[in-house]
């Protein structure tokens, strides 16, 4: 299961056919606390850049973009009610949402953790 990054400090980790998105780490601790994730809709298609979702901080609103191209699959609901999710957990309980890839070569243009630890180094 790799994670892969963008320069804008999203991740999408594929889990079979389907990616999960959601901020790195590192976006979340720049962003400080999170008190809102407006997120895409299921079904909703994007283009590889697109804003896809926005996250709002005590501090400020950062767009998140789509990773790849695709269809959104499903969305984390919990984070309606807990947007900190994303601040305490941005790789497990707080991704944002799934996508299915329409063009899954679009994966090795991004970032391995080698490449995006040394573009936050």
């Known amino acids: 299961m790799t994670t892969r990054f963008t320069k804008d400090h999203e991740y999408i980790r594929m889990e079979g056919e389907i990616g999960v998105v959601g901020i790195s780490t590192y976006a979340q601790e720049q962003l400080g606390d999170i008190v809102f994730v407006e997120l895409p ?33 499903e969305v984390n609901e919990a984070l309606a009610g807990e947007p900190g999710l994303v601040n305490t957990a941005p790789g497990a309980e707080g991704w944002m949402f799934k996508i299915r890839p329409s063009d899954p070569s679009e994966l090795e243009g991004l970032m391995d953790e080698a490449a995006y630890g040394a573009l936050i180094g």
Do not use: L, R
């Open 41 to 73: 809709s299921v079904g909703q298609t994007f283009a590889k850049g697109d804003e896809a979702a926005v996250v709002e901080s005590v501090k400020a609103a950062s767009e998140i973009y789509a990773p790849v191209s695709g269809t959104v699959t």
